[in-house]
């Protein structure tokens, strides 16, 4: 289940959001966490990790564009979403300019709410040009080769030095950016020491306004080298951090499987383990979760005399009828005609 934290401190505000039917297995996000002012939501924010943050504008504390201020500066959560008890256009504003993820205002409707949760699901990672300055969003496209990175990286160098006239500053910006970029991946994924040497990459000298074409071209090859050697190892490494998730989603089908645990177990970033999840599969890590806990709902209902409500419970489904219905989608029947049906196929 994706984990939500609600900052509300209008509790007619806070109790319509909690009535509305977007929680639980339907949309799996679920409210983890409610506090009632910035300041406390800014420290949750920071002890824990949070899919989504739904935040009421006028708050006290911290107010709730602060709060994502300080989400955006710090990393603490790109899913934040703005609310308030009437439409205001200017707030609205002001969150799309500062990163809000989406903003919502009285009357709630629950279909843009199940829409919203759908594109964190399924979101692809692509980043703004501002997080390559910062080496923060870049780091996902190195780990996509399909992204286009070196295209990506190239068009943005080639727009510093078109929007800069004195040359040698259009050069310390792109120096920094590959800096950063360099800097990020090294910082991000220790292992890469082992087999490549960080200062490799650091093969800036100096510039003059009659050669600067020439070190244009050149930092391009050094991202596209170490974006190119990074790729290859982390395809390797990929391939078998999935065989080792696979095999444990396989070992303990009902062990509370959930994507934040799993990744927790396995010392994988949640959000990182359903993207390569997908590019070395080609199946959602939800649907091939749900795939295995139903083949072992089917052979527990065959093999035990364990009741439905039991089982679900055995597999973390609290809500027996959403089980029902998920289970029959699967296999054509309910789960109580199932257990009477023929022979029976645990192959996944």
């Known amino acids: 289940m994706y984990k939500a934290l609600l900052v509300f401190d209008n509790y007619n505000l806070l109790e319509e959001i909690k009535r509305l039917r977007i929680w639980g297995e339907s949309s799996e996000f679920e409210i983890e966490d409610i506090v009632n002012d910035g300041t406390s939501a800014y420290r949750k924010m920071r002890e824990k990790n949070y899919d989504l943050v739904i935040t009421e504008i006028r708050i006290t504390g911290l107010d709730g564009l602060q709060l994502l201020r300080n989400a955006k500066k710090e990393g603490t959560c790109s899913h934040m979403v703005l609310c308030s008890e009437f439409e205001d256009f200017n707030y609205a504003r002001q969150g799309i300019i500062l990163g809000a993820y989406d903003y919502f205002a009285k009357p709630f409707d629950e279909t843009l709410f199940f829409s919203m949760f759908n594109r964190i699901k399924n979101e692809t990672f692509e980043s703004e040009a501002v997080g390559v300055y910062y080496g923060e969003e870049i780091i996902t496209f190195f780990e996509n080769r399909d992204k286009g990175i070196y295209d990506y990286v190239s068009t943005m ?52 306004e009659s050669n600067h074409g020439t070190y244009k071209k050149r930092y391009k090859t050094i991202l596209y080298n170490l974006f190119d050697e990074f790729c290859e190892l982390l395809l390797h490494c990929n391939k078998a951090k999935i065989s080792e998730v696979i095999s444990y989603i396989l070992n303990n089908p009902e062990n509370n499987l959930k994507q934040k645990s799993i990744a927790e177990e396995l010392n994988i970033n949640s959000s990182y383990l359903s993207t390569v999840f997908f590019a070395q599969t080609g199946v959602r890590f939800v649907d091939y979760l749900t795939t295995v806990k139903l083949k072992r709902a089917g052979w527990l209902l065959k093999e035990t005399n364990l009741k439905v409500f039991d089982i679900a419970e055995r597999l973390d489904y609290k809500d027996i009828g959403y089980f029902s219905r998920l289970f029959k989608s699967k296999y054509s029947l309910p789960p109580s005609e199932y257990r009477n049906s023929g022979g029976y196929d645990y192959q996944i």
């Open 157 to 208: 160098l080639e727009e510093i030095y078109a929007n800069n006239k004195d040359i040698l500053k259009a050069d310390k910006k792109a120096r920094n950016i590959c800096r950063t970029v360099i800097d990020e991946v090294f910082n991000r994924h220790e292992w890469l020491d082992l087999y490549i040497v960080q200062e490799d990459f650091y093969t800036f000298d100096g510039i003059n």
